[in-house]
């Protein structure tokens, strides 16, 4: 495997439901982040891991949770969501530290909250 | 808060001709990226873009950067029917501390038409 993957690529889901997304790096890159894309809205940067450790939250509603066990993995565990957080979800790596770099997105991950 | 706008939303242009899209921005910053997406893609990487006066080019597209004007330009030049996609240009600022977080425009929507 090579860049960012994500799994699934598609995922349905009742408002009741429990489901974790999934992406992995294969970039040796130290930050990741995880956006969400809607229709008709720019990209949202949710969160971001720079070197296992949070480093921004952009108010996000603690129905999502994200988990950065290393600096290759990240995870979103989404719990009692709601049909408006139906959208697009993209995980993306840069090499992280201080400075801007170049981030590299996966394919993402279609939810529906049915 | 850093606003970054796009425009046109939408291109429909014809073959062989020239366009270009606007991205301007509302903060200081010295790092702008243009990332392109084909419909149920991830995001790709096109330009990155790092100081006033930036000009690059790959094949039929140009980006350039007047960090002075917050202006980013991605100039199309004779369009072909492959370059029907949507790009996004995205602005670099320091979030806290060393981090830094892109902020996207909405997208500009493109359709090369024979």
């Known amino acids: 495997e090579t860049g960012v993957t994500q799994t699934p690529r598609h995922l349905v889901m009742g408002m009741t439901n429990k489901k974790s997304l999934k992406c992995e790096q294969h970039l040796g890159h130290n930050a990741m982040y995880w956006y969400k894309q809607s229709a008709k809205k720019p990209l949202e940067l949710m969160f971001v891991y720079n070197f296992k450790e949070q480093t921004e939250n952009n108010s996000v509603p603690s129905r999502f949770s994200p988990e950065c066990p ?23 790596s840069s090499q992280g530290g201080t400075g801007a770099y170049e981030q590299y997105f996966g394919p993402g991950t279609r939810l529906t909250v049915t | 808060e850093l606003k970054v706008e796009q425009n046109p939303l ?18 200081t910053s010295d790092r702008l990226y243009w990332y392109r997406q084909d419909p149920g893609k991830s995001l790709e990487s096109l330009f990155v873009l790092l100081s006033n006066g930036a000009v690059k080019q790959e094949g039929r597209l140009m980006a350039s950067l ?36 892109l902020t996207f425009g909405k997208g500009t929507l493109l359709t090369v038409n024979p």
């Open chain 2, 66 to 101: 007047d960090t002075k004007a917050r202006l980013s330009t991605l100039h199309i030049t004779a369009a072909v029917h492959d370059l029907s996609a949507t790009y996004f240009c995205a602005v670099d600022m320091r979030s806290g501390g060393s981090n830094y977080k």
């Open chain 1, 70 to 92: 290393n600096s290759s993995h990240l995870f979103l565990h989404l719990h009692t969501l709601q049909p408006e957080d139906s959208a697009l979800y993209l995980c993306a």
């Open chain 2, 10 to 27: 939408f291109l429909s242009m014809q073959e062989g001709k020239n366009y270009t899209i606007y991205c301007n921005y509302s903060t």
